[in-house]
C-alpha cells in the first residue's frame, strides 16, 4: 500500500468556474478529449467551438512539430483553451470528422481575437487551400447567456443532430414554406455565434397557418427526441413545434420577456430558455410515432396561429436541432446527412491518479449541476468515478440517479459497503456534495446538510488506478456503459484524509449573499461574482 502524507489540504483541486482553465491548482491536470467539435456559450455570451479560417495553407509545408497560424472571425475564439486540440480542416461532407479529408490537427499555444497558432501534430493534404473549418475539440467552460456567470466545464455524453441544414431555411432540398412572402430571409440578423446567418421567416396575408417544414427528419417510431431551435421576435412574438402528420403546433412559446411556454399537447414536453439580444432557444421533447414531418411555426403571439399576415412582420430562427433524448448543446449542421459530437473524455489516469489519491481514505468535495433527467436510456450520471477496468464491481462514486441527486456509493465485488441516497432536486440547480471514506466511518454531505453516514470496512487491497469526472465507461454503474453527466462541473477538490462532518457540511453550502462594492450590488453565488446593477 502506498503511503500518503497526511494534509489538511486538498491533492486536487480545480475550481472550472472560477479560473475559468483546466490549470489544477494542486495536483495533476485531467486530460480531456473528444473527437469532434462542441459548442459551448462563452464570457461574452455567443454560442462558439466551431468557425471558419480564410488563411491560404499548404499542409504539405507545415512540419508535424512547427507551427501554423489561421485567421479566424472575431470574436469567434473567445473561451477556447491554450493546450486544447484543435482540428482545421477542409471538411467537403460537413461531418466534422478528419476521416481522409485535408486538414491540420494541432495544440492550440496562442490566439489572438482574429488568429490562433497551433503546435502541429499530424496533417493531410498536399496543395493549398483558403477556406477551412476550425474545430475546437477542447474543454468547454459553459456560461450562462444572459448573465455572463461560468458554470464551469460542460461534460455531455455524444449526441446527433439530424436535422440537415441546420441554419439554412431557405435550401429548398432540405426545407419548404409554407405561407410565407418568400423562403426564409438569409443573413437578416445576428446569430447567437455572432455571425450574420440568422433568416427571417415572413409571414404572408393569407389567413392560415404560416411555417417551414422539413419533410423527413427520419425520426426512428417509438423513441423520444427533442427538437430546439434559437428563436428571436422580429414584430411577431409566437414559435411553434410539432413533428407528425398534421400542421398543428404540439409546443407554443412567446418570445416576449424571460420567454414562456405556453401550450404544450398530451404526451409533449417543452422549455424556453433566454439568451442575449431578444434569441431564446425552445426545446420540445416527444415520443416519435411513424409520421416523421417537422413542423415550425411563426405565431402572431405565443397564442395566435392562425393570423393574416402583414407581409412584414415575423421571427428570426437559426441553428435547428432534433436529437434523441432531451436537449443538449447545439450542434451545427451544415450538410446533406447528420452530424455527431463526440462525448466528452475526461479524467486523470496511471502514475498521476497514483500519486494524488489515498485508497484507505479521502474526501471529495463537489460543486455540479446536471441539465435534465434521464437521456438515451441512461439511468446514472456521473460527476465522479474512481474504478479500475479489469475490477468493475469495484467502484466508487459520485453521481445522480432519477430518484438521487449528490448519490454516493462504495462497492466491492459487486457488494455495497456503503450507499447513500439523497433526494432528488431540479435539474439546472446547483449541488454542492461531499463524500467521505475510511474504514468505519463513511459520510456523505449536500448543500450544508449531513445526509448520510456508514460503518462498512474498505478492503484491503488496492484496486483504483483511474478517476474519470463528468462520464465513466465502467459499465456496472448501468444497464449501458459510458454514464454521461449532461450538466457541468464547477468545481472539485479531493482530500487525502476523512475529512469531519461537521467540516464537509461547512464546506458543503452554498452561500448567496448580497454585497454592496462601490456602490454596486453584487451577487456572490458561491462560484462568482456578478453585478446585477
Known amino acids: ?153 460542460l461534460i455531455e455524453e455524444s449526441k446527433t443532430n439530424i436535422i440537415e441544414m441546420s441554419e439554412s431555411f431557405d435550401n429548398t432540398s432540405v426545407w419548404t414554406q409554407i405561407r410565407l412572402v418568400s423562403q426564409p430571409v438569409a443573413n437578416t440578423d445576428i446569430a447567437p455565434d455572432g455571425s450574420l446567418t440568422a433568416e427571417k421567416f415572413i409571414p404572408s396575408n393569407a389567413l392560415d397557418n404560416h411555417r417551414v417544414d422539413d419533410p423527413t427528419i427520419g425520426i426512428v417510431s417509438g423513441s423520444s427526441y427533442t427538437v430546439s431551435a434559437f428563436v428571436k421576435a422580429a414584430g411577431y412574438t409566437g414559435f411553434g413545434i410539432h413533428v407528425g402528420s398534421s400542421p398543428i403546433p404540439s409546443a407554443t412559446f412567446s418570445l416576449t420577456g424571460s420567454g414562456s411556454v405556453i401550450s404544450i399537447a398530451t404526451g409533449w414536453s417543452a422549455r424556453i430558455y433566454p439568451y442575449r439580444d431578444g434569441w431564446y432557444r425552445c426545446c420540445a421533447t416527444f415520443t416519435a410515432t411513424t409520421a416523421n414531418r417537422l413542423y415550425l411555426f411563426v405565431g402572431q403571439t405565443g397564442t395566435t396561429f392562425t393570423y393574416a399576415g402583414d407581409t412584414t412582420s415575423g421571427i428570426v430562427v437559426w441553428g435547428a436541432q432534433c436529437e434523441l433524448g432531451v436537449e443538449s448543446s447545439y450542434i451545427p449542421n451544415y450538410r446533406l446527412g447528420s452530424v455527431i459530437r463526440s462525448a466528452d473524455i475526461y479524467g486523470v489516469t496511471g502514475t498521476s491518479f497514483i500519486q494524488f489519491y489515498n485508497q484507505t481514505e479521502g474526501t471529495f468535495i463537489t460543486k455540479f449541476d446536471r441539465s435534465s433527467n434521464n437521456t438515451s436510456g441512461k439511468f446514472n450520471w456521473m460527476v465522479a468515478a474512481v474504478y479500475n477496468p479489469l475490477l468493475p464491481s469495484t467502484y466508487s462514486v459520485i453521481l445522480s440517479t432519477n430518484t438521487s441527486d449528490g448519490r454516493t456509493t462504495y462497492r466491492n465485488a459487486g457488494t455495497d459497503v456503503y450507499s447513500n441516497t439523497p433526494s432528488l432536486l431540479s435539474a439546472n440547480t446547483s449541488i454542492k456534495s461531499s463524500y467521505g471514506y475510511k474504514s468505519g466511518d463513511f459520510a456523505t454531505s449536500r448543500n450544508g446538510t449531513l445526509t448520510g453516514t456508514g460503518t462498512g470496512t474498505i478492503p484491503t487491497v488496492s484496486t483504483f488506478d483511474r478517476i474519470d469526472f463528468g462520464f465513466s465507461n465502467n459499465g456496472s454503474f448501468g444497464a449501458t456503459s459510458g454514464q454521461y453527466l449532461n450538466g457541468h462541473i464547477a468545481s472539485i477538490s479531493y482530500y487525502p484524509a476523512k475529512l469531519s462532518n461537521s467540516l464537509t457540511e461547512a464546506l458543503t453550502t452554498i452561500i448567496s449573499d448580497t454585497i454592496v462594492y462601490n456602490g454596486v450590488a453584487i451577487q456572490y453565488n458561491g462560484v462568482g461574482l456578478l453585478e446585477t446593477s
Open 1 to 153: 500500500m502506498q503511503q500518503h502524507r497526511r494534509s489538511y489540504g486538498p491533492s486536487l483541486d480545480i475550481a472550472f468556474s472560477t479560473d475559468k482553465s483546466n490549470e489544477s491548482r494542486t495536483g495533476p491536470n485531467p486530460v480531456h478529449s473528444r473527437a469532434s467539435s462542441g459548442t459551448f456559450v462563452n464570457q461574452d455570451g455567443r454560442i462558439v467551438g466551431k468557425t471558419r479560417s480564410s488563411t491560404s495553407l499548404n499542409p504539405a509545408r507545415v512540419p508535424v512539430g512547427g507551427v501554423a497560424v489561421f485567421e479566424v472571425p472575431s470574436g469567434s475564439i473567445i473561451g477556447w483553451l491554450n493546450n486544447s486540440v484543435v482540428v482545421v480542416m477542409e471538411d467537403t461532407d460537413g461531418d466534422d470528422q478528419i476521416g481522409a479529408q485535408r486538414h491540420v490537427t494541432g495544440t492550440l499555444i496562442h490566439k489572438t481575437d482574429t488568429t490562433i497558432t497551433l503546435l502541429v501534430t499530424s496533417k493531410v493534404g498536399t496543395t493549398t487551400l483558403s477556406s477551412w473549418s476550425v474545430s475546437y475539440r477542447g474543454l468547454r467552460i459553459d456560461h450562462n447567456p444572459v448573465t455572463g456567470l461560468c458554470l464551469g466545464t
